[in-house]
C-alpha cells in the first residue's frame, strides 16, 4: 500500500487542469471585478474574503472525501483494502496540510507588513502587489511538488528533508530575529543594476517609459521581494505537507486553497500581528513535530504516524501559542507598523 499513490498524476492530469482553470478564474473575478479599482481594503472586506476562502477550502475537502468514498472502491488497485479507511485518511490529510500551510503562511504576514513600511507602500496598493505575488507564488509552488514529488521517492531524501525541518524548527524557537533589510538582499541588489528605479511610484504601474527607457518602479521592487520571501518560505512549507501525505494532488490543493486566502488574511491580521509574540513558537513546534514525522515517527507506527493525531498535535500546537499571546499580553505593546 505505501507504494500506491491514490491519485496518481496520469489519470488525474484533468482534475490539475480543472482546478488550475478554476483558480486562475478566481484570482481574475478578485481582481478584474472586485478589486478593478485601487483602494484599502478594510477589516471587514478582509474578514469576508477570508470567510470565503476558508469556505471554499472545506468544502473543496469535503468533496475531496466524498469523491474518494466513490472513486476507491472502482480502483482495481485497491481491492481488498478498507476504502471507508483511505477516504477519511485523505480527507483528513488535506486538512492538517491546509491547516499547517495556513499557519506556516502567518511568517508572511510578519514580513509583509515590514516590506511595505520599508518600501513605503501606500495600502490602497498593497492589494496589487500581493496578488500578483500570489499568482508568482502559485507557479513557484506547482513547481517545488513536483520537484517533491519526484525526490521524495528516494528515502535518504525524506531523511534530509525532515533534519531541515528539525533544524529549521529549532532555529525558530531559539535563534535571534534578525531585521529584514532588502536593500542588502543580493537579487534585489542585482535588479536594481538591471533597471533603472524611480524614485517615487508611479500609481499602481509596476514598469514605465521615461524618455525611452524602461523604468521600475519602488512597486516592482517590493513585488519581487514579497516573490523572493515565498521561495524561501515555500522551501519550509513543501516538505512539512510531504510530511503529512505522499499524494501530490494533496500538497498542491491545500498548498495553493491556504495561498489564495494569504491575501485576505493579511489585511485581517496585519494591525494585530505585534499581539502574537508566542505565535512563532508554535510554528517551530510544528515544523519540529513534522520533521520527527519524517525521520522518526513514520517508521516507529509501521510506516505511516496516524494523520488524526498529526492534526491534533499541530492544531494545539498553533492554538496554544494563539491563547497565550492574547493571555500573556504585555503591559506596553509596540504600534502596528505603518503601510
Known amino acids: 500500500m505505501d507504494s500506491i499513490l491514490l491519485f496518481p498524476f496520469a489519470d488525474y492530469w484533468w482534475f490539475y487542469g480543472l482546478f488550475t482553470l478554476f483558480v486562475l478564474g478566481m484570482l481574475a473575478l478578485d481582481l478584474g471585478v472586485f478589486h478593478r479599482e485601487a483602494h484599502e481594503v478594510g477589516f471587514r472586506e478582509a474578514l469576508a474574503w477570508s470567510v470565503v476562502w476558508v469556505s471554499l477550502a472545506l ?87 513536483s520537484l517533491g514529488a519526484v525526490l521524495m521517492q528516494f528515502h535518504w531524501v525524506i531523511w534530509a528533508f525532515g533534519a531541515f525541518l528539525i533544524l529549521t524548527g529549532f532555529k525558530i524557537l531559539f535563534a535571534p530575529e534578525k531585521p529584514i533589510e532588502p536593500e542588502k538582499n543580493p537579487l534585489i541588489r542585482l535588479l536594481r543594476k538591471l533597471l533603472p528605479v524611480t524614485p517615487t511610484l508611479e500609481g499602481q504601474k509596476f514598469f514605465l517609459r521615461k524618455n525611452g527607457v524602461l523604468h521600475a518602479t519602488p ?31 494533496i500538497v498542491f490543493t491545500s498548498n495553493v486553497f491556504a495561498i489564495l486566502g494569504l491575501r485576505a488574511m493579511f489585511f485581517m491580521l496585519a494591525g494585530v500581528m505585534h499581539k502574537f509574540r508566542f ?61
Open 219 to 249: 512597486l516592482f521592487v517590493c513585488l519581487a521581494f514579497v516573490e523572493l520571501t515565498d521561495i524561501v518560505f515555500a522551501v519550509d512549507s513543501v516538505p512539512a505537507i510531504f510530511a503529512l501525505t505522499k499524494e501530490p494532488l
Open 59 to 145: 468544502v473543496f475537502g469535503w468533496g475531496l472525501y466524498q469523491y474518494a468514498l466513490y472513486k476507491f472502491p472502482l480502483d482495481p488497485r485497491l481491492v481488498g483494502l478498507d476504502h471507508m479507511a483511505l477516504a477519511k485518511q485523505t480527507g483528513l490529510e488535506y486538512l492538517t496540510g491546509y491547516v499547517v500551510e495556513k499557519s506556516l503562511s502567518v511568517d508572511n504576514i510578519f514580513v509583509f507588513v515590514v516590506v511595505f513600511g520599508y518600501f513605503a507602500i501606500p495600502a490602497k496598493f498593497q492589494h496589487r502587489v500581493l496578488f500578483y505575488g500570489i499568482l508568482g507564488a502559485l507557479v513557484f509552488r506547482v513547481i517545488f511538488i
Open 279 to 339: 505565535l512563532k513558537y508554535g510554528l517551530g513546534l510544528v515544523l519540529v513535530f513534522v520533521g520527527l514525522k519524517m525521520v522518526w515517527l513514520n517508521d516507529a507506527f509501521g510506516g505511516k504516524f496516524p494523520i488524526g493525531w498529526s492534526l491534533g498535535i499541530i492544531g494545539t500546537l498553533i492554538g496554544a501559542s494563539v491563547i497565550l499571546s492574547l493571555l500573556l499580553t504585555p503591559k506596553s505593546t509596540p504600534p502596528p507598523a505603518a503601510t
